[in-house]
Every structure is written in structure tokens, then in C-alpha cells.
């Protein structure tokens, strides 16, 4: 009942002429052009790889494919369980939907099932995007392509539902010993030690060595040669077993995959109907200490201009996510400053590429965050959008502010990662100024460009800020945020626009012209959909949603 709904509500705005469609069509259409990328990137790696192995008689390509799968499984779920234990405490104790919920005639394990199934979906959206590209060109490329294609399916499914339950369940037992805030901010900091965790342990078995042919051969050769041990109760490794198998051929690798699937419904099953009813206990207390705590805090607050900065700071850091994403950033930080330090000394025309390598970096890092403090930030006014409008207080004044807050932070981090960056590299000193121009530059529009595109797309009964910015504007705004990424890193390095000019057979493009093409293009960027956002937002009728 509640997928058929939601399909049909997605189906009237997509096929409607309401401005949200427009929305929708662009994103899809961006999420169309990045899943075939992804397909004819994925497709030219595995022929690069199947051609590297012809070379290499001593490698058995069969035996390199189920650890690989194992470990990539393995990841997934362990990201996904993360990732869900922050949703979960969302979904299931602070969603606006659940006292309407609550009040239907529906068996509250079916409104359990609702929440865990958004609760799934949230978490694992950004690992299918990625996923579903790849596994359409193996199984394309696999001697039995439909076969290839149900048993890849299914182990995902099956090690996603596993994992999202293991998170629903671990939610529920959090918000059991704490409130559901401190709950939040708790599973909030708990995933951002997990993935430092595993960003630290990526880092300690030295990928860089891999850079070298000759350990890359000894690593290779060593991997073609480890003896597996058995699945026993491990899902991901049954998921990478049956999923190799498959990919090879083997009909009997649907029977894992098809038990693992199982296993996955009956999870999410249990954990729906055999702890609605500790659910619905949990919310009412919840809610009623909530009740009992609430009360309204006021104060001199000066001028107009520095409440909404104070309030938008707070309402910023007030956010449980907030530690999380901060912490995740942070250790991406200095993950890279650490492999920064530890690179060899280089040529100039080597330092010139890395330095251009690390302003995309940190325009990139500045998309991530952007994407999830900015592109969501109108939509997180929710029901408070409707007072904000009548109080006189204009969207462009407020996106204003928004914007103010949000800039500052990007401008902090991308501005210390290059210096940081230029200062160990010490290239020439066009690219330090190129690099320079084009981080603090990017650094400014960014994070416009995404508020602009939350601003003029918003969707105020998302039911958290995640789901606002896996959107189709989240989508397309990440899409133009990492193509201003991308290019920057071109304009910043001699020899990629070289390289560049050389695959276009056209005459050595420069770099003045190229940066003032990129400024011209990322300040379009920046101010177009803000201004759009605040007329969008002046005219809008909320009263009507």
C-alpha cells in the first residue's frame, strides 16, 4: 500500500506540469548520464584488465575475481550497517510522519516496515548508484548473461537487507538506553570512527605500492594464489562466492544467491513484526519526554542580519549528522596529507600534476560538503517554512545568510588543504597561482551553486536531510559540482592541458584563457540559481503542499 502510493504521487509530479517535474526530469536524466559513465568506464577498465592478464600467464584471472568480490561485499555491508544506524534513529523516533502514522488503523509492524524499508533504501542509495553500473556491464560481459545478472542482484539485495536490519536493530537498542537525539549523535560519531577506521586501515596496507609494476605483480600473483577460506556464516563472503561463480558460468551459484535473498526478507520480516511493538513503546516515551523538555529559549539577539547568522550556525551544529560528515571529512584530510608526505620527491613536471590533482581534491571535498549542508538547507525548514514566510524576513535575505554560513566552512577547509598542498609540493609558480585562483574560486561557488539548486527544488516533507540531497536536483547539483571539480584540475596543470590538447588534435590550450573561461562558467553557476531560488521562493505557494 505505501509503495503504491508513493509510486503514484512520484508518477502525477513526474508526468505533470508543476515545476517539481522539471526537477525530476533533469535529475534523472543526470542520474542517466552518470550511470553510462560509469558503465563505458567500468567496460574499458575490465578490457584494460582482461588484456593486462593475456600477458601475464602466471595470474589466473578466475582466481582474482572471488576475493575481490569478498572484499568489495564485505565493505558494502559494513558501510551500509554505518549507514543505517544513523538513519535508523531518524526514520524510526524523529520523523514528522510517524505520530499520522501511528494514528492509521494499520498493525504498527507495518509501519515499522514503512520506516525500516526508507530506513534501507537512504542508506544503500549512494552504494547503488555506484553498484548497479558495474554489475550490468560483468554480468553483460559473463558467459551466461542473465543468470549473472539475477545472482548479482540478489547477493546485493541479500547483503544490503541483512546489513540495514543489523542497523534498524542496533537503532532500536540505542534508543532504548538514551534519548533519541543523543541516540543520533552517538550512531552519528560511532559510523564516523568506523569509516576513519577503515580509511586508516586502506592506508596501512600502502596502496601506493601498487604504483610500482613489479610489487603490483608480486601482489597480483600473491592474491591469484591465496587459498579462500570457507563462507560459513558470513554473508558478504557467500554474496563474492556466489556472485564469482556465477560471473564464470556456474548455474548452481543460483542456489547461494537465492538463500542469501531469502535470508535478507526474512530479516527485515523479523526485526519488522517482532519489534513493533518495542518500537511503538520507544516512540511514545520518547515523545513525551520530548514534550516534558521543550520550552522556548529567547534572548537579545542585535541586529537582523547577525540573528540569522547565529541562527543559521546554530541550527547548523545543532544537526547530530553534523560530527559525523565533519569527522568523515577530516579524515579524508588528512588521509591525503599523510600520502602527501609520504610521496616521493617528483620532477617539476610531476609536481605540476599533483598540485592540480589536490585542487580538484579539495574542490571535490567541497562539493561532499556542500551537498550535505547546503543543497538540503531550505528543505530542512520543513513545517517551519510556512511561519518563516510570514515573517518579514525576504528568501533572498535568508538564502543570504545561508549561504554566508555555509561558505565560510568550505572556503576554511579547501583553502588549507592547498596550502598545505603547495607548500610540500613547491611547483612552479604559475600552477601556485592557478591552484590558488581556481580553489578559492570554486571554494565560493559551490556551495552557492547547491543552496541555489536546494532553493529552487526543495522538498520540505524529505524525511531527512540525506534523502533531500540523493534527490534529482542532489544529483544534478553533485554532477555540476564535480564537473567544476574536474575541469579545474585541467585549467591547474600544464601537462593535462597538454595531454588535452593532444587528444583533440587542436593548437596548446592556454591557461589564461582556460581559468577566465572557468571563472565566467563557475560564477554563472553560483549566482543564476540563487537568484532563481529566491524568485522560486518569494513566489512559491506553500500554503498549497
Not at 23 to 32: E, R
Not at 244 to 266: C, F, H, S
Not at 403 to 410: G, L, Q, T
Request: aromatic share 6%.
Amino acid at each position: 500500500m505505501y509503495l503504491a502510493n508513493g509510486a503514484h504521487a512520484v508518477g502525477r509530479i513526474v508526468f505533470s506540469r508543476r515545476r517539481e517535474s522539471i526537477g525530476i526530469w533533469i535529475g534523472l536524466v543526470s542520474l542517466v548520464a552518470f550511470a553510462l559513465f560509469e558503465a563505458v568506464a567500468v567496460e574499458g577498465t575490465r578490457r584494460l584488465a582482461m588484456r593486462a592478464l593475456t600477458q601475464l600467464p602466471e595470474v589466473r584471472g578466475e582466481a582474482l575475481l572471488e576475493p575481490l568480490l569478498r572484499g568489495t561485499f564485505t565493505a558494502m555491508g559494513f558501510l551500509l550497517v554505518l549507514g543505517s544506524l544513523t538513519t535508523a534513529v531518524s526514520s524510526l523516533f524523529l520523523s514528522d510522519e510517524l505520530p499520522a502514522l501511528f494514528s492509521l488503523p494499520v498493525p504498527r509492524g507495518r509501519v515499522l516496515a514503512k520506516q525500516l524499508l526508507t530506513t534501507v533504501g537512504a542508506s544503500a542509495a549512494p552504494a547503488l548508484l555506484i553498484a548497479l553500473p558495474v554489475l550490468a556491464v560483468a554480468a553483460a560481459a559473463a558467459p551466461r548473461p542473465l543468470l549473472s545478472l539475477t545472482v548479482l542482484l540478489s547477493s546485493l539485495f541479500g547483503v544490503l537487507a541483512l546489513a540495514g536490519s543489523l542497523g534498524t536493530a542496533g537503532a532500536l537498542l540505542l534508543v532504548a538506553w538514551i534519548s533519541p537525539r543523543r541516540a543520533r549523535v552517538l550512531a552519528a560519531a560511532l559510523s564516523a570512527a568506523g569509516l576513519f577506521a577503515a580509511l586508516f586501515g586502506f592506508r596501512s596496507a600502502r596502496p601506493e605500492r601498487m604504483l610500482n609494476p613489479i610489487e603490483a605483480l608480486e601482489t597480483v600473483e600473491r592474491l591469484s594464489r591465496v587459498e579462500l577460506p570457507s563462507p560459513g556464516a558470513n554473508p558478504a563472503a557467500w554474496a563474492g562466492h556466489a556472485s564469482a561463480r556465477a560471473l564464470l558460468g556456474d548455474p548452481y551459484a543460483l542456489v547461494p544467491a537465492a538463500a542469501l535473498a531469502l535470508a535478507g526478507v526474512l530479516a527485515l520480516t523479523l526485526v519488522a513484526f517482532l519489534l513493533a511493538r518495542k518500537h511503538f513503546t520507544l516512540w511514545q516515551e520518547t515523545r513525551e519526554m520530548d514534550r516534558g523538555q521543550g520550552h522556548a529559549r529567547g534572548g537579545p539577539s542585535g541586529s537582523l542580519s547577525t540573528a540569522l547568522l547565529r541562527a543559521e550556525a546554530s541550527s547548523l551544529l545543532r544537526e547530530a549528522s553534523t560530527p559525523a560528515q565533519t569527522g568523515t571529512l577530516l579524515a579524508v584530510f588528512v588521509l591525503d596529507l599523510l600520502n602527501l608526505w609520504l610521496m616521493p620527491a617528483a620532477d617539476a613536471a610531476a609536481r605540476d600534476l599533483v598540485s592540480a590533482l589536490q585542487c580538484g581534491l579539495s574542490l571535490f571535498l567541497v562539493s561532499a560538503l556542500a551537498l550535505r549542508f547546503a543543497y538540503p538547507s531550505v528543505s530542512s525548514d520543513g513545517r517551519a517554512a510556512l511561519v518563516l514566510r510570514t515573517l518579514p524576513l525576504s528568501p533572498r535575505r535568508h538564502l543570504l545568510a545561508r549561504y554566508v554560513i555555509r561558505a565560510v566552512p568550505s572556503l576554511v577547509l579547501s583553502g588549507a588543504l592547498m596550502a598545505i598542498s603547495l607548500a610540500r609540493l613547491a611547483p612552479p609558480r604559475a600552477s601556485v597561482l592557478l591552484c590558488v585562483v581556481l580553489t578559492l574560486a570554486g571554494a565560493l561557488a559551490i556551495p552557492a551553486l547547491q543552496l541555489g539548486l536546494g532553493g529552487l527544488f526543495p522538498r520540505y516533507d524529505a524525511a531527512s536531510a540525506v534523502s533531500v540531497a540523493l534527490g534529482p536536483g542532489g544529483i544534478l547539483a553533485l554532477g555540476l559540482s564535480t564537473f567544476l571539480a574536474l575541469t579545474a584540475t585541467v585549467v591547474a596543470s600544464e601537462e593535462l592541458r597538454g595531454l588535452l590538447s593532444s587528444a583533440l588534435g587542436a593548437p596548446r590550450l592556454e591557461a589564461i584563457p582556460m581559468l577566465a573561461l572557468w571563472l565566467a562558467a563557475s560564477g554563472l553557476a553560483a549566482v543564476l540559481p540563487l537568484v532563481l531560488a529566491a524568485r522560486s521562493l518569494e513566489k512559491s505557494d506553500l500554503s498549497a503542499g
